[in-house]
């Protein structure tokens, strides 16, 4: 059986916890920021957790994370 390979857009975008969750980064925070207040800036910084109906598309995506 050959192995199935890893999708590079989203190895580059996702990391799965140690619990099985998917991480991402916030959206929104790469240009037109001049308008954007710094309290929202502040708050897209981090990673969040994405939606469990969206967990399996991921991991179909990385097959070996």
């Not at 099985?20 to 969040?48: D, T, Y």
Request: glycine share 8%.
């Amino acid at each position: 059986m050959p192995k199935i390979k890893t999708n590079s857009g989203a190895k580059k975008r996702f990391t799965i916890t140690k619990n099985g969750k998917v991480k991402c980064g916030s959206a929104f925070k790469n240009h037109i920021l001049e308008k954007k207040s710094s309290k929202r800036k502040r708050g897209l910084r981090g990673q969040s957790v994405i939606s469990e109906a969206e967990v399996p598309k991921v991991k179909k995506m990385l097959p070996y994370v």
